[in-house]
């Protein structure tokens, strides 16, 4: 399918409208299948982040820089780190040298539950089954150009 037929519009004003518009759909695509995904573990998008920044920093981390690693920065880390100490997936525990810190560390059940999707990872990339290696790094450039031309 295309986006013309996705959303019934046959025509934009120009590429860089279509392209705009694009991005959009994309990501919604995008977000709505990981989520249905993530539904399977219990897990939002959020809080699968923040299990992955927490796993690949190796180290306790507080909730501000865990929102500082997010992919949604409008994220409320708090709570979300809250939700996951109730699934007992994550750790808080007052930081030794400045008592009014949380450090925030991922949990055995926690990086258990990350081996599993990571065993499962597959299944998530035949959501970009169709470009290959070199179109895929295409787009990380162009994406990348994206962000950085406000800059």
């Given at each position: 399918m295309s986006l013309n037929t996705d959303i019934n519009q046959p025509k934009f004003r120009n590429e860089h409208q279509k392209a705009m518009i694009n991005l959009i759909y994309s990501y919604?695509?995008?977000?709505?299948?990981?989520?249905?995904?993530?539904?399977?573990y219990d897990l939002t998008n959020q809080q699968f982040n923040i299990l992955r920044i927490l796993r690949g920093a190796g180290e306790p981390?507080?909730?501000?820089?865990?929102?500082?690693?997010?992919?949604d920065k409008m994220s409320d880390t708090s709570r979300i780190v809250d939700r996951l100490v109730k699934k007992e997936l994550v750790q808080k525990v007052v930081c030794?040298?400045?008592?009014?810190?949380?450090?925030?560390?991922?949990?055995?059940?926690?990086?258990?539950?990350?081996t599993i999707l990571d065993e499962h990872e597959s299944e998530w990339e035949q959501l970009l089954l169709?470009?290959?290696e070199?179109?895929?790094?295409?787009?990380?450039g162009l994406l990348d150009k994206l962000r950085n031309s406000l800059d």
């Open positions: 919604n695509w995008l977000m709505e299948n990981t989520r249905r995904y993530l539904d399977q981390l507080s909730t501000l820089q865990i929102r500082q690693r997010m992919l030794p040298s400045d008592r009014r810190l949380v450090d925030v560390t991922i949990s055995d059940k926690g990086r258990e539950l990350l169709h470009i290959d070199t179109e895929a790094s295409q787009l990380n």
